[in-house]
């Protein structure tokens, strides 16, 4: 009996991925360069001339879904096929989480060739799923080593545990010249005030609430819609909880924060000051300037709502917005688009968004066991990360998608208009911006020919925006949305990188723990933010004491040593 229904449990897993291959089709893509024709850009081997290229398909499951994964038929995706034989085949989740998809491989014991997993590596770890890639990069990838040089010791897993696991996809060497958080209010709505000083939440509140009085309802009559939060699903971290730190002068440290000097950590919502934020969703909520439908809609809702233009103001991050913000670009309302600002409780705090990490090893791309050929796969990602590989999935190709004049790479301007003004189009077909999946030098880096490596560096940034950007940045004596938050220097840099990298232990008690209070925040917070005023409080006690009464304390315990075990580890 026990055997039929794994063989059922078998046959049914391979149906689930035989559907996420097909759905796979309708997803994005970025791009890249090729090698001689990049501006004198050959510094390092790319092994793609001295290798076979005898075709070969390798399966990738991604934690993230991209929209516009172009199934490597746009351009970069032939030039990439062209260098390495490799077909690549991204599967997504299709109706569940990353987490649902990842605890399926695991319970099969069947994996792709490739996993980029999220938050959920330590499973796959504990399962046995991943294998260790030091070897494999030794003697096959010179590239990988190249980039992330001086920091190849923070990609071993553990001072237990020396293998190298992960190849986190962070960019190395990267200078933040642009800032995709804060919160976000349409350029109309700040011209309509006159261009209001934007520092506190009250200062956002009295704008959506002053174009609102005036504007109730849309051009076309759909009634304007003053702030929409993404917490239907999942962002609801990104849209809703992670924005209680920045707002009260905390770093991005997960779910957690942490006393920089002793290391100690608590759960963020154990902060007085964080229910002070909460507070004022509430206080949004009840003067009818938040979107009722902030904790039910689905993600598509969302970003529908965004992209008809009846969104006055957004708490996101612009890659989870992008999709319906690139929609409105291409029907020309950028007054309907968003700029973005560092917005705090009240003018004692600043926003941490960049306080430094120091090189994350966090998030990545993984080898399975189950891979078909491990070699041909770690030297395909080898070439991504090559100088070539590199201008390649950044810029596209010489000659369509950039020239080469006196010596630097320019975005023509057709060109640059419509990675400006369609961007999920030009994603599609050019691929650029798809391929970004193995190591990568950050913005700011240059290649041997003295050219960025990526197109985000102050002039090209400046050339990307609409003229209502640079109208609402002229207006706050800013020249990139980077200038109104702190220096880069401002805050110390965290010895732990960010403690949001540091996975529990699959099964483990604080694993267990940390779960229940996912649970508890998903229902409590909401449940809060959504409360009669006169409500608030008795809600948010109950919602510390549900966390007390999970186990919260031994949770902060465990992860105030892991934190610790990090700096050490580091520190080596």
Request: charged share 25%; hydrophobic share 35%; glycine share 10%.
């Amino acid at each position: 009996m026990k055997k039929k229904a794994k063989m059922m449990f078998s046959a049914l897993l391979v149906l689930v991925f035989i559907f996420l291959a097909a759905c796979s089709g309708n997803n994005g893509g970025n791009g890249g360069n090729t090698g001689a024709a990049n501006g004198g850009n050959s510094g390092n081997s790319n092994n793609a001339g001295e290798e076979s290229l005898e075709p070969i398909t390798i399966r990738l499951a991604s934690g993230d879904v991209n929209a516009n994964w172009d199934d490597m038929k746009s351009e970069v995706g032939q030039e990439i096929l062209a260098k390495t034989g490799v077909t690549l085949k991204q599967e997504f989740p299709v109706g569940g989480s990353d987490a649902d998809m990842f605890a399926l491989m695991v319970a099969s014991d069947e994996y792709p060739d490739l996993v980029m997993p999220k938050g959920n590596a330590g499973k796959l770890v504990d399962a046995g799923a991943l294998i260790d890639l030091r070897p494999l990069i030794e003697e096959h990838a010179p590239n990988l080593k190249k980039i992330y040089g001086e920091y190849f010791n923070r990609l071993r897993w553990s001072e237990q545990d020396d293998a190298i696991y992960v190849l986190p996809q962070d960019g190395v060497g990267h200078t933040y010249f642009e800032a995709g958080g804060g919160f976000q209010l349409q350029h109309k709505v700040l011209e309509a005030a006159g261009f209001p000083e934007i520092k506190t939440v009250k200062d956002y509140e009295n704008a959506i609430k002053a174009y609102i009085e005036k504007n109730p309802k849309t051009e076309d009559g759909q009634p304007t819609i003053g702030m929409s939060l993404n917490g239907g699903e999942w962002q609801i971290l990104i849209s809703v909880t992670n924005p209680a730190f920045y707002a009260t002068g905390a770093p991005d440290d997960g779910e957690f924060y942490i006393n920089q000097e002793t290391f100690e950590a608590i759960m963020h919502y154990q902060r007085p000051e964080e229910r002070e934020y909460f507070r004022w969703l509430n206080h949004m909520n009840n003067i009818g300037l938040l979107d009722p439908e902030s904790f039910v809609q689905k993600y598509d809702q969302y970003k529908a709502k965004i992209a008809s233009g009846r969104v006055l103001g957004l708490v996101d991050q612009q890659w989870d917005y992008a999709d319906a913000e690139n929609a409105l670009k291409a029907e020309g309302k950028f007054d309907s688009t968003y700029a973005r600002f560092p917005v705090t409780l009240d003018e004692t705090y600043q926003d941490h968004s960049f306080q430094g990490t120091g090189y994350l090893s966090g998030y990545g791309i993984a080898i399975t066991k189950d891979a078909k050929d491990p070699v041909r796969t770690i030297k395909f990602l080898d070439y991504l990360a090559s100088d070539e590989g590199q201008v390649l999935v950044n810029w596209g190709i010489e000659g369509k998608h950039y020239n080469v004049e006196n010596g630097k790479r320019v975005i023509p301007a057709d060109v640059q208009a419509q990675k400006s003004n369609d961007n999920n189009t030009f994603k599609k077909t050019t691929g650029i911006g798809n391929y970004l999946i193995s190591a990568r030098y950050g913005d700011g880096v240059m290649d041997p020919s003295g050219n960025y490596y990526t197109t985000n560096f102050p002039e090209q940034i400046v050339t990307a925006y609409s003229e209502a950007d640079k109208k609402t940045l002229a207006a706050y004596g800013a020249t990139t949305y980077r200038d109104l938050w702190p220096a880069n220097d401002a805050f110390p840099e965290r010895k732990y990188g960010a403690a949001w990298t540091l996975p529990f232990e699959t099964g483990s008690q604080a694993n267990v723990i940390f779960q229940k209070t996912q649970d508890i925040m998903k229902k409590r917070i909401p449940e809060a933010i959504l409360a009669k005023p006169e409500d608030f409080d008795k809600i948010y006690d109950a919602f510390l004491k549900d966390l007390d009464d999970a186990g919260v304390a031994k949770l902060n315990e465990e992860f105030s040593n892991m934190v610790k075990a990090r700096v050490e580890l580091w520190s080596k």
